[in-house]
């Protein structure tokens, strides 16, 4: 049998026309704005029209952590979205959008794969609808207003070495990492030392992820904290009056993007915030239309349910009052394998003892994401060199746990593979059963809150924090930002720091190197170990094999 | 009488859905890829169907030299072509987009004004369609695969002092005028200075405006010249094998965008390269698309006549086998007078003699374009405060010249005030007068072209470049480079390289500072004088008053 590549699955998709996707949700041609014939913006006057409606079921794909195997977390996401359109339920998904510059490193970013697939494959992986410059943009005119404010007098008397506002570029260039400005004499400003973040890294991005509104959004804008003074009192962009000017470049990015699926069902793609130093969902203001247009979301979050799932439910549905009614885990054999010690060489021999081995840490993904309320179901994404054996092993396992896995072939067959899961995932939805409450209170102490997540969510023995991080974080406390969620920032390959921990580690300690607050975005990044916020590309980028063929199609970009 | 300000009139504006526009022009809805509902881009498909269609009259508007009482050139290109649909001509007009960045500091970029505007005005003057964030995007990927080239081990032996490509972005920030580069050891790559330029410098820019075709366009982008070697030979992009990625991620900017004026004629709106050190005119895809689907098609030049129509003859009209059938040329009673000595305060009173001696500016221009062989006729803007002896001052002067000027009032009236000017020009253009010829030959020896230029349009006694210089440009032509134009780069406010020397100098010379190659774009710029590739923002920077008023709309901008 030849296998079709992803590329060309999606080349061969008999996409609808955007105006026909946005009708199965309701939204009329003149709600939506479009962008080429097949990518729609939701129009804000829809948006505003529909927040009456009662809410859909809203249904999180998270994963086990990820292995170099590969999970098919949104290759899940999309699959289950068509699998629920099959069996008659009227569903949306909900996922981020790619970030242009790794495209240009390693091979891109296809938005699911196989048959469960969500196109045009190659706008989003480039320019897409251009909220990512849109957010370059934003970002960068905040810096260069700061510089600007320094340049004619300082007035609200910033002390140039302590600006924390960086610029930011969606390219993978690590010479901008750490540069010096401002050279070249006076009429270029005061040299300091800055760098550039990759824009997904932008805490503009995080904030109109969460941003709820256009006057929201523009509130958020105006909180972020720039700079400090040198009595380190901070300094705000909307001390320097850039939040407005940052709104209107952001105005039509803060719209939701719809597309399809493979088997033309409707794609809310939008927004695409860092995992590790921001909380890694699509945008609250997708999430909660979609909910009002379709009677289940399935929506994803970033890295492995010890980050993503913990974020979404700690950081999303906190902030936005909303609640999921079902969490599906994505596993497959290959990845329990790794976590039982296989190398990636070797994972086409069966081994059904090193399957069992590394199943704790699926196990232990299943009671943490029991801690927050929300019933949860394992989808087993099949891969073609799986025995039966292997996949009755991971089931079992989970049977044990009191909960069940269920194989999942959307890969190979679109939603006729996933029709099963589907069916146990809209009766579990329907059925009400979730009881959802975030992990912690508002009110608890920043630091307590750290221990929290560490303790219940990575079975770590204590939070490891120096006395400076401690007084930052109760000088933030007592600044007025002690109400706010986590961000941890941390490896997202095992649940402690350490990321060739695989399995279900114990006994360990999770050691804060920094804390740093997104204001704007409303919380506060916990870093532990390195965290690379500008990737750079490698020996041989995959942008020199990028092309137009001779039918003007992309070869090399998947 | 109340006089409405630009924003109002063109918030009034009863725009027509854009396939209603494409369809006035003969493109189907299918062929136009919408952006919103009242943007587009023109198809590929398109294109590539009516290459064997004879094309219609290309009418150039250009000016006298800029001063800061405002000529209005933009507003008579809208106007004119809106006069030629009201007079029953099939006209298209074919303008610059705007640049991003200039908005945030002073009030932007209205594309025309009064009654002659182009709209949608605030997408114009924000993202557009993306091009410029696209060029932005493939200019600085083609920068980090330089850094990342000499980061791997540098195979192609690039002198990292000898690295000629900046980055860029499309925003004023003189911070980034003079930075250095990959500091933070050895994971972030070599240390060297650089810098960035705004987006609409970048020669990616100039090449989007030059390029025939996507194939074209590639050929060109890896034509760039980013870096020499120790030995002095140069690298090339396609060297890095860039080439390739960047044309994909320009392939939708290279289709020009329709939009449409205020009376609902078709208007190209497509890239804007700089106009000192490029071309500064739209590019060739839309104006050569626009002469397959108009009978009629108005264009402008950047700058005034001595620079922007001498590039667009010498540069565009040369590589794009156009040839135009008539140029306008814009003049206003307050810029006559301006250059006649009168200060911009005292514009006001009624001076028939300053304006008598500001006219021999007008008359150089006129006489300049005739040595092109096109016929010329003047446009007199009117303005409200314009006395009737002033304005019969400039006729007098220009029938003199053996020319015409013809007073003009769309800026009040729209179309209805412009018949005049634009039965003439269809007269002038139907006439078939014009034998257009570039005012050099290609084999001409580079520094040959220069002096033609400076002698000819600028009437320079003589041309000053040291041994440096012109050893520079024989090696060029050593190298084969020998036959591209010339572009020059010096003040638009003055002839001579003097900004303050108004009228019709004479006696002075023209010093080169600096030649640079555009081997992609295919052209020699010649620096007279500092060019400032990279704006700052004011003290005041209009970004802090731009922000949405409780309507949505956009207020500040303008």
């Given at each position: 049998m030849t296998v079709k590549s992803d590329i060309e699955i999606a080349r061969a998709a008999q996409k609808l026309p955007i105006q026909e996707i946005g009708a199965r949700l309701g939204i009329g041609a003149a709600d939506l704005v479009p962008y080429g014939h097949d990518k729609a913006k939701v129009g804000q006057h829809f948006i505003d029209g529909v927040q009456d409606r009662p809410d859909g079921k809203l249904i999180l794909v998270t994963a086990i952590n990820p292995t170099p195997a590969g999970e098919g977390k949104t290759t899940t996401t999309v699959g289950l979205g068509d699998g629920l359109n099959r069996i008659g339920r009227k569903a949306a998904i909900c996922i981020r959008e790619a970030s242009l510059g790794p495209c240009f490193g390693m091979k891109g970013g296809a938005a699911g794969g196989g048959h469960a697939q969500v196109v045009p494959m190659e706008d989003m992986n480039l320019h897409f609808t251009g909220d990512f410059h849109a957010i370059t943009s934003a970002h960068n005119l905040l810096a260069a207003m700061i510089d600007n404010h320094i340049y004619w007098g300082n007035a609200l008397e910033i002390d140039a070495r302590r600006v924390v506002w960086r610029r930011v570029m969606d390219m993978n260039d690590r010479a901008l990492r750490d540069v010096v400005s401002s050279l070249g004499g006076v009429a270029n400003g005061f040299p300091r030392q800055t760098g550039f973040d990759i824009t997904v890294a932008s805490e503009v991005m995080a904030i109109l992820c969460l941003a709820t509104s256009l006057s929201d959004l523009q509130n958020r804008l105006g909180r972020i904290i720039v700079a400090y003074r040198r009595d380190r009192t901070p300094v705000y962009a909307s001390d320097l009056k850039a939040d407005g000017a940052m709104t209107v470049l952001l105005k039509d990015a803060m719209q939701p993007n719809l597309v399809q699926t493979l088997e033309n069902n409707p794609a809310f793609v939008h927004g695409g915030p860092f995992a590790n130093i921001a909380h890694g969902c699509n945008s609250v203001i997708a999430t909660t239309t979609?909910?009002?247009?379709?009677?289940?979301?399935?929506?994803?979050?970033?890295?492995?349910?010890?980050?993503?799932?913990?974020?979404?439910?700690?950081?999303?549905?906190?902030?936005?009052?909303?609640?999921?009614?079902?969490?599906?885990?994505?596993?497959?054999?290959?990845?329990?394998?790794?976590?039982?010690?296989?190398?990636?060489?070797?994972?086409?021999?069966?081994?059904?003892?090193?399957?069992?081995?590394?199943?704790?840490?699926?196990?232990?993904?299943?009671?943490?994401?029991?801690?927050?309320?929300?019933?949860?179901?394992?989808?087993?994404?099949?891969?073609?060199?799986?025995?039966?054996?292997?996949?009755?092993?991971?089931?079992?396992?989970?049977?044990?746990?009191?909960?069940?896995?269920?194989?999942?072939?959307?890969?190979?067959?679109?939603?006729?593979?996933?029709?099963?899961?589907?069916?146990?995932?809209?009766?579990?939805?329907?059925?009400?059963?979730?009881?959802?409450?975030?992990?912690?209170?508002?009110?608890?102490?920043?630091?307590?809150?750290?221990?929290?997540?560490?303790?219940?969510?990575?079975?770590?023995?204590?939070?490891?924090?120096?006395?400076?991080?401690?007084?930052?974080?109760?000088?933030?406390?007592?600044?007025?930002?002690?109400?706010?969620?986590?961000?941890?920032?941390?490896?997202?390959?095992?649940?402690?720091?350490?990321?060739?921990?695989?399995?279900?580690?114990?006994?360990?300690?999770?050691?804060?190197?920094?804390?740093?607050?997104?204001?704007?975005?409303?919380?506060?990044?916990?870093?532990?170990?390195?965290?690379?916020?500008?990737?750079?590309?490698?020996?041989?980028?995959?942008?020199?094999?990028?092309?137009?063929?001779?039918?003007?199609?992309?070869?090399?970009?998947?």
């Open positions: 979609a909910l009002k247009c379709a009677d289940y979301v399935v929506t994803e979050a970033g890295f492995g349910a010890d980050l993503g799932a913990e974020k979404f439910m700690n950081i999303k549905c906190r902030k936005a009052g909303l609640a999921p009614d079902c969490v599906v885990l994505v596993a497959t054999v290959r990845a329990m394998k790794m976590n039982g010690g296989v190398a990636k060489g070797d994972l086409a021999a069966e081994d059904v003892e090193a399957v069992r081995r590394g199943c704790p840490n699926l196990g232990r993904h299943i009671a943490n994401v029991k801690q927050f309320g929300v019933p949860v179901v394992v989808a087993v994404n099949h891969f073609t060199g799986d025995t039966e054996a292997e996949i009755a092993a991971v089931q079992d396992y989970v049977a044990e746990q009191g909960s069940e896995a269920i194989l999942c072939r959307h890969w190979a067959e679109g939603s006729a593979g996933i029709e099963d899961l589907a069916r146990r995932v809209a009766e579990i939805a329907d059925a009400g059963q979730s009881q959802f409450a975030p992990l912690y209170p508002d009110d608890m102490p920043l630091f307590e809150k750290i221990e929290r997540i560490a303790k219940r969510i990575y079975r770590a023995d204590q939070v490891i924090a120096d006395q400076k991080i401690r007084s930052q974080l109760h000088e933030w406390e007592e600044a007025g930002y002690g109400r706010l969620p986590i961000c941890m920032a941390k490896t997202q390959y095992s649940f402690s720091t350490d990321p060739t921990l695989r399995g279900a580690p114990t006994g360990h300690d999770v050691p804060i190197r920094e804390v740093r607050l997104s204001a704007g975005a409303g919380f506060v990044v916990v870093i532990c170990g390195e965290i690379m916020t500008m990737p750079g590309l490698p020996r041989v980028p995959s942008a020199e094999a990028i092309m137009l063929n001779d039918a003007g199609q992309i070869e090399g970009l998947f």
